[in-house]
């Protein structure tokens, strides 16, 4: 686990002041776990978390798994638990494996708000923002059918089943896939969120199948081998959609080796993942489920000051 207080790229180190803010009278203490350590779209989130807790006069200690795997998020949360934060935000890395750890902190008094992914029984935390991630998956799709119009094989390299994000992102694919008669949806590989993978996979997919036209990445690391995996097979023409914009995927971008990119708003997720923890812990109203927006970045608008805002700070 990576403990972490000043991030680079943040700014604010991680919040403590309890002098400066107007968060009220208690300086109260946050934990968030992200679903993997060392991941731009959760070092963004920790920024935004960070900025909002230390603006409310909150605390935040930030821990997160080395691999996105719930046998090693776990013990993470559950030692999170142990030392009583107020509240506990969390990505879960699995929807019901991690079911159980993230009930046990409720059930010890800590307000729950779910981050990025969500649970199988959501019910157990007090709010849960995400990307709107079915539209994500059906917005890959579109990008691939427009510069095919003509149709033709299309695959979804993911991470792993049970993760309700890149769960949903493929689901918005294959149902937008399916209503396009030109296109045959190959589905979906995992990838185990290791970008070596995610390169054999198409590597392999392209030995089979040397007519696909399209494929769509669902996550960072997903996006990241995909593109080595067409490059190492030598196959021009391929239209790659990644999910997220982290410094290597823009420049991937700006290479050429990936054409569009959906832009999540991690920083938004976590400012707002802060604000529903702190009106929990205040008695306010508190929303349940908000929904953040996408943006598509392609080599047309990187440069333009909507590409460089989508794009990952960190
Ligand atoms: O795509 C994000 C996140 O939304 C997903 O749940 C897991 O992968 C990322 O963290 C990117 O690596």
Known sequence: AAATLALAGCSSSGGGDTSAGSGGSKAYKLAFVQGVAGDQFYITMQCGIQDAAKAAGATVTTQGPQ???PTLQKPIVDSVVASHPD??????TDATAMQAPIAAAKAAG???ILVDTTLSDPSVAES????DNKAGGAAAFKAIQQAHPDGGKVLVVSVDPGITTTDQREQGFKAAAAADPKFQYLGVQYSHNQPATAAQIVTAALAKDPDIVGIFAANLFAAQGSATGIQQAGKKGITLVGFDAGPDQMNQLKEGQVQALIAQQPGTIGKDGVEQALNALQGKTVTPKITTGFTII???NMDSAEGKDAAYKS
């Open 87 to 92: 509240a506990l935000l969390v990505a879960p």
């Open 128 to 131: 849960q923002i995400s990307s």
């Open 110 to 112: 800590i307000k729950v």
């Open 298 to 300: 392609t080599k047309d």
């Open 67 to 69: 691999k996105f795997d």
